[in-house]
Every structure is written in C-alpha cells, then in structure tokens.
C-alpha cells in the first residue's frame, strides 16, 4: 500500500480509522485491502499465524496488522520462516503480554523504514542497520527487547526489499519472454 508522507510516522493511521467506522473489516474487505484471496487468510489463521475471528464476521485492529505484516515479507520469505519471525518478535498470537513491541507499532516502524531508504534511493545492509538502529532507539521505551528487535527488524526490512526486486525482476523477464516469443 503507498501511503503520502505525510504517514511516514503513522502509517498505519491511513487504515484505523476505517476499522474504528465500522468495527473491523469483513473478509471482502481485508481481501481488497491486502489483496490477499480470502482462503489465504483464512489458511493463516488455521495455521495460527493470525488469532481467529471468534464467531465474530469482522477482522479486528490486531488482525489485520498481523496480515499486513505477514503480506509484506511474503514476497521473499517462507510463510512458515515469516511465522517463526513473528513468533521470535512477539511469542503467542494470542497472548500480548510476550510481546516486545504492538504490532502497529512494527508496522509503523517497518513502513517508516521503508519510506525512509527509499525516500533517499539507499537499501544497502549498513544503510538499513542504521535506520534500523535510529528508529528503535526512538521507540525505546515501547520496546522490551531492542536487540531482539533490531534484528529481527533488519530481517524484515531486507525481505521486504529482497520481494520487491524479485517482483521487478519477475515484470522485467516477462517483457523478454513475450519478445521473445517464449
């Protein structure tokens, strides 16, 4: 999702006034929002990567930030490596009390990262080490573990990036073949 600068610090602030108006989303919805197919994200929550709806026909606030999140490492991650990597920052899915950073705060953080190296055209390892290390030191007192953090944070950030160039790579293979005739 692009979002303007000026959510750079809250990116998540673009979607949460939606889920505050109608009291979550609907499986349509969240599928448009992310672009997910709804039997993926029901697959997600059997497989326990995303806490279950409860009964209840709408996706909550820390359902769809577990969605987003696992959506946007996707593209260069194992599903099951992406859901080891949210356990190692935030144990159970169910249980919050493990945690060692909300997940909104994750998602702004890695969205603000984002927008960041690419704002100045830099994704290089030490680049993002230190964006890395800025931001969570600016978040400190939210964080239990910056450590921890830091380096799952990095992880992410470099799987982000790593599907973005798969994707253009992908765009890029495609223009050829169908030169090509293939």
Same mark, same amino acid.
């Given at each position: 999702?692009?979002?303007?600068?000026?959510?750079?610090? @809250?990116?998540?602030? =673009?979607?949460?006034?939606?889920? %505050?108006?109608?009291?979550?989303?609907?499986?349509?919805? =969240?599928? &448009?929002?992310?672009?997910?197919?709804?039997?993926?994200?029901?697959?997600? $929550?059997?497989?326990?990567?995303?806490?279950?709806?409860?009964?209840?026909?709408?996706?909550?606030?820390?359902?769809?930030?577990?969605?987003?999140?696992?959506?946007?490492?996707?593209?260069?991650? !194992?599903? *099951? *490596? $992406?859901?080891?990597?949210?356990?190692?920052?935030?144990?159970?899915?169910?249980?919050?009390? *493990? *945690?060692?950073?909300?997940?909104?705060? =994750?998602?702004?953080?890695?969205? &603000?990262?984002?927008? %960041?190296?690419?704002?100045?055209?830099?994704?290089?390892?030490?680049?993002?080490?230190? =964006?890395?290390?800025?931001?969570?030191?600016?978040?400190?007192?939210?964080?239990?573990?910056?450590? !921890?953090? &830091? &380096?799952?944070?990095?992880?992410?950030?470099?799987?982000?990036?790593?599907?973005?160039? !798969?994707? %253009?790579? %992908? !765009?890029?293979?495609?223009? $050829?073949?169908?030169?090509?005739? @293939?």
């Amino acid at each position: 999702m692009k979002y303007s600068g000026q959510a750079k610090d @809250a990116a998540f602030s =673009l979607i949460s006034p939606i889920l %505050e108006a109608t009291g979550g989303l609907t499986l349509s919805q =969240l599928s &448009k929002l992310t672009g997910l197919e709804g039997t993926t994200i029901q697959n997600w $929550i059997k497989r326990g990567w995303v806490s279950p709806t409860r009964g209840r026909k709408k996706y909550t606030q820390q359902q769809v930030l577990r969605i987003l999140l696992i959506n946007m490492l996707r593209g260069a991650m !194992k599903l *099951d *490596d $992406i859901a080891n990597l949210m356990v190692y920052v935030n144990g159970d899915v169910e249980d919050t009390s *493990d *945690d060692i950073i909300s997940d909104e705060l =994750l998602y702004n953080i890695l969205c &603000k990262i984002i927008f %960041e190296a690419e704002e100045r055209g830099k994704f290089n390892t030490d680049e993002i080490r230190e =964006l890395v290390e800025h931001e969570v030191a600016e978040y400190a007192s939210e964080i239990t573990d910056e450590v !921890k953090l &830091k &380096k799952a944070m990095y992880v992410m950030i470099i799987a982000y990036r790593s599907g973005y160039l !798969k994707a %253009e790579m %992908e !765009k890029g293979l495609k223009v $050829i073949l169908d030169e090509f005739g @293939a």
